[in-house]
């Protein structure tokens, strides 16, 4: 494929002997001395890759790379190093890059791994675009689906409403439970469509108090905690963190419903929401003495209706719910560059841990604008 590829090297000699191989393959090449003048290119440009070395005296790879995962995220990235900063360059692979390549190197083993990145690159575009078409067909199917089962529910109320006295007591009874199943389809239709468009940008990123975020969730779940006597018990240290309200909502939302549901009857439910500050992320904790998660089933209930097993939900059996309420979550944490996952022992409890990247491009932008007041 021909693609757009920006070199990015301090020194002259590898820049322009970089740039006429890669324009000599009938890719358009892009050069920048230093990871400043990288900076302005990949902001203004469609960039497919960036060839980028790892050690410059202005701005280094490292850093280059994290603008490149910001600005385009979509683009492949190859760091270029000597052999001394072999190390630097397996970190950038865990952080992202494609791909490295070691100085001083030949034609085609330069070829080689830039073809390979550009077609994981174009790999990764054809499976983004196609995600795409996939969760907006999802959405739309849906939401038509449901328009269908609002009216078929209606009618049956309302036959059962009007003409209660011309009925048996089974046509009564079909009624009711025709009514109950469209409920209940409903729901799923609903948890589908939030499923295909969880994480989905609605707009700008905002700054978000993630202990109000708490609240409102703890509100919308007043009544449960109220009738199963929960105990509750709140961080008074949250961060405010840039995401969007609904993401941080629907993650929270999620662990706390599932903690509340699956209380057990021989304690008091307790249910514990708790935060640590990392190094590069927060980390959360929704923390309950339910029922637990078992060993066999701690990665499946993150997976599209990957719910625990049937004799595992409660006492009174299985609770009412869709089975994608997890992996929704898992799909925004991923999306907002965090994971999840479960520490749990059966009958004791469970532990829902998640993170979020603690900066934000808003919030690194005010910093860079905070150092350069300073200089």
């Keep these: 494929m021909n693609a757009m590829i920006l070199i990015v090297d301090d020194e002259k000699a590898i820049l322009s002997y970089l740039a006429t191989v890669l324009a000599g393959d009938g890719h358009k090449v892009l050069t920048a001395g230093g990871g400043a ?123 059962r409403t009007k003409w209660a006295h011309l009925l048996s007591e089974d046509a009564i009874c079909c009624l009711d439970r025709m009514d109950s199943s469209t409920e209940k389809m409903e729901r799923l239709v609903k948890a589908i469509s939030d499923f295909a468009m969880a994480g989905a940008p609605a707009g700008d990123g905002e700054m978000v108090d993630v202990g109000k975020v708490v609240q409102d969730v703890l509100q919308s779940f007043q009544s449960a905690i109220e009738e199963k006597r929960v105990e509750v018990r709140v961080a008074s240290d949250f961060p405010t963190i840039e995401t969007e309200w609904v993401n941080a909502y629907q993650i929270f939302h999620n662990l706390v419903g599932n903690a509340i549901k699956f209380c057990r009857e021989d304690v008091t439910p307790l249910v514990e929401i708790e935060v640590e500050e990392l190094e590069e992320h927060y980390r959360f904790c929704v923390r309950d003495n339910g029922i637990g998660v078992r060993p066999e089933d701690r990665d499946r209930i993150f997976e599209m209706f990957g719910r625990g097993g049937e004799d595992r939900d409660g006492p009174e059996g299985r609770a009412p719910g869709t089975g994608l309420g997890l992996a929704i979550a898992k799909r925004v944490v991923g999306k907002m560059g965090g994971r999840i996952w479960v520490e749990s022992e059966e009958e004791r409890g469970s532990a829902f841990f998640f993170t979020l990247p603690k900066h934000g491009p808003v919030q690194r932008e005010r910093a860079e604008e905070k150092a350069e007041s300073v200089r």
């Design 37 to 159: 003048e990288a900076l302005e290119i990949i902001r203004e440009e469609d960039i497919d890759l960036v060839l980028c070395d790892l050690m410059m005296p202005d701005i280094n790879g490292l850093q280059v790379m994290e603008q490149v995962r910001e600005q385009r995220p979509d683009a492949s990235i190859v760091m270029v190093t000597a052999y001394g900063s072999l190390r630097s360059a397996v970190s950038a692979m865990r952080l992202g890059a494609a791909d490295y390549i070691l100085k001083p190197f030949d034609e085609e083993e330069l070829r080689f791994r830039v073809n390979n990145a550009l077609e994981k690159h174009l790999l990764k575009k054809e499976y983004d675009a196609r995600t795409r078409e996939v969760e907006a067909f999802i959405f739309a199917i849906s939401h038509d689906i449901g328009g269908h089962l609002v009216a078929l529910r209606g009618f049956a109320r309302r036959l």
